[in-house]
């Protein structure tokens, strides 16, 4: 059995249970009762499934395969592929969050990303080789973009090439030669398939080779990999340095419809908004566990709750999460809608982001000394954050997309 640890479940019988939730403004009503229903039975899978058992996994640095058979029976990979909402799609991601970080980055990195790409992007024959598998988590995909040089500006400075071999060629080809690195791949150590972003080394109009996707079968030739070790954060993500030796790709596994890097912006787009409700989560969760704490410590003969700092303090965090969730309900509408643009995307993801470091450092204060061991939860939550603040662009990055969409002026490069 696994334990659970202190703060990871409230009591069967708890002073908070009865209390308003962290969705203060009742942000779920605007889904439908499908979509209600099936976030309660979500829910219910992360309280019996993950709930007590993601501070161990954390801890270890381990990631849970055996959940994924019953993680897929849920049926919510790609959720606006399947007729649900944008805002359904991004509770979904802050639910996960608010239970674990590490398994929401997993989805989000194997269903908005990789899948959402065979959709996107994939041929009809791809389609039909690839997606059903992919979908219900019997195979599982990596987004491969940074590179160990580069990460914000990967898209000019991209360095793993692509060259195309011909069918006249002695060996029979029509296939690609890809060598380079890649760095910080999620579940790149142990996925099936990744989408592999490399520059075409043929020179194109502008004196460029253009940036072509390839779906490469991880256990291919010439592709090495390695976890990276020492995290703080994400610990039970299984990010990997890649590295492709003249590795063979067929030209049937060239994604036909990305021709440049602009390509990649609708993917990109969507993931920067699932990270902006990783945000999001982050901050119900940390909520969830101070104020549990705060009604449940007992300080100077009375309830930490009693205190007017502690109060003032879980009202901070509340205000954050609930200007976070506002924020992501109208980019979700604007998804909905198809207008959202990237500079809208990127003050979301900022300004959640910011909103979502205030929160958590506050959370950890409340639990005091407790706040800094993972037994009680925080520790592991305002660790996580982290890795929010920085991936799917920096807040500084962030920021200067929407600087440049307000004042007409560049100030990135």
Same mark, same amino acid.
């Given at each position: 059995?696994?334990p659970?640890?202190?703060?990871?479940? &409230?009591?069967?019988?708890?002073a908070?249970?009865?209390?308003?939730?962290?969705?203060f403004?009742?942000?779920?009503?605007? %889904? /439908?009762?499908?979509?209600?229903?099936?976030?309660?039975?979500?829910?219910?899978?992360?309280?019996?499934?993950?709930?007590p058992? &993601?501070?161990?996994?954390w801890?270890?640095?381990? #990631?849970?395969?055996?959940?994924?058979?019953?993680?897929?029976?849920?049926? %919510?990979?790609?959720p606006?592929?399947?007729?649900? /909402?944008?805002?359904?799609?991004?509770?979904?991601i802050?639910?996960?969050?608010?239970v674990?970080t590490?398994?929401?980055?997993? #989805?989000?990195v194997?269903?908005?990303?990789?899948v959402?790409?065979?959709?996107?992007?994939?041929?009809?024959?791809?389609?039909?080789?690839?997606l059903?598998?992919?979908a219900?988590?019997?195979?599982t995909?990596?987004? !491969?973009?940074?590179?160990?040089?580069?990460?914000?500006?990967?898209?000019?400075?991209m360095?793993?090439?692509?060259?195309?071999?011909?069918a006249?060629?002695?060996d029979?080809?029509?296939?690609?030669?890809?060598?380079?690195?890649?760095?910080?791949?999620?579940?790149?150590?142990?996925?099936?398939?990744? %989408?592999?972003?490399?520059?075409?080394?043929?020179e194109?109009?502008?004196?460029?080779?253009?940036?072509?996707?390839?779906?490469?079968?991880?256990?291919?030739?010439?592709?090495?990999?390695?976890r990276?070790?020492?995290k703080?954060?994400?610990?039970t993500v299984?990010?990997?340095?890649?590295?492709?030796?003249d590795?063979?790709?067929?030209?049937?596994?060239?994604?036909?419809?990305?021709? /440049?890097?602009?390509?990649?912006?609708?993917?990109?787009?969507?993931?920067?908004?699932?990270?902006?409700?990783?945000?999001?989560?982050?901050?119900? &969760? !940390?909520?969830d566990?101070?104020?549990?704490?705060?009604?449940?410590?007992?300080?100077?003969?009375?309830? %930490?709750a009693? #205190?007017?700092?502690?109060?003032?303090?879980?009202?901070?965090?509340?205000?954050?999460?609930? &200007?976070?969730?506002?924020?992501?309900?109208?980019?979700?509408?604007?998804?909905?809608?198809g207008?959202?643009?990237?500079?809208?995307?990127?003050?979301?993801? /900022?300004?959640?982001?910011?909103?979502?470091?205030?929160?958590?450092?506050?959370?950890?204060?409340?639990?005091?000394?407790?706040?800094?061991?993972?037994?009680?939860?925080?520790a592991?939550?305002?660790?996580?954050?982290?890795?929010?603040?920085?991936?799917?662009?920096?807040?500084?990055?962030?920021?200067?997309?929407?600087?440049?969409?307000?004042?007409?002026?560049?100030?990135?490069?």
């Open positions: 059995m696994h659970v640890t202190p703060g990871q479940e &409230a009591p069967a019988a708890n908070a249970d009865s209390l308003p939730t962290a969705d403004f009742g942000f779920e009503a605007l %889904l /439908s009762e499908r979509e209600r229903l099936k976030l309660a039975e979500l829910r219910q899978f992360l309280a019996a499934e993950v709930a058992f &993601a501070t161990e996994w801890n270890n640095a381990e #990631f849970p395969a055996h959940i994924l058979p019953k993680l897929a029976a849920l049926e %919510l990979s790609a606006a592929q399947r007729g649900y /909402s944008h805002l359904f799609a991004g509770l979904v802050a639910e996960i969050t608010r674990d590490s398994i929401a980055t997993f #989805f989000l194997h269903h908005d990303l990789f959402e790409s065979l959709y996107g992007f994939g041929s009809e024959e791809q389609k039909g080789r690839l059903d598998d992919a219900s988590l019997r195979t995909g990596a987004f !491969a973009l940074t590179e160990p040089e580069h990460g914000s500006d990967v898209a000019g400075g360095e793993t090439r692509a060259r195309r071999v011909s006249a060629a002695d029979g080809g029509d296939y690609w030669i890809l060598n380079g690195a890649k760095r910080w791949i999620g579940n790149g150590t142990f996925c099936d398939y990744m %989408l592999v972003w490399a520059r075409d080394e043929a194109g109009p502008d004196g460029k080779g253009a940036i072509r996707g390839f779906i490469v079968d991880a256990n291919l030739q010439g592709v090495s990999r390695s990276i070790e020492h703080i954060a994400l610990r299984q990010n990997a340095d890649i590295v492709f030796r590795v063979r790709v067929a030209e049937a596994d060239r994604f036909a419809g990305i021709e /440049s890097f602009e390509d990649t912006n609708e993917l990109l787009r969507g993931s920067r908004i699932m990270v902006a409700w990783q945000a999001v989560g982050q901050q119900l &969760a !940390a909520f566990v101070a104020r549990q704490h705060a009604v449940e410590r007992q300080q100077f003969g009375r309830p %930490l009693k #205190f007017q700092l502690i109060q003032q303090q879980l009202v901070t965090m509340l205000g954050n999460a609930v &200007a976070s969730m506002g924020m992501m309900v109208r980019i979700a509408q604007l998804q909905q809608e207008s959202a643009d990237m500079a809208q995307v990127a003050l979301a993801k /900022s300004y959640t982001s910011a909103r979502m470091r205030e929160t958590v450092a506050m959370g950890r204060s409340i639990l005091g000394g407790n706040g800094i061991v993972s037994d009680f939860r925080m592991k939550i305002f660790a996580d954050a982290e890795a929010i603040y920085t991936y799917e662009g920096s807040f500084e990055i962030n920021t200067l997309i929407v600087g440049r969409a307000v004042t007409g002026v560049s100030a990135i490069v």
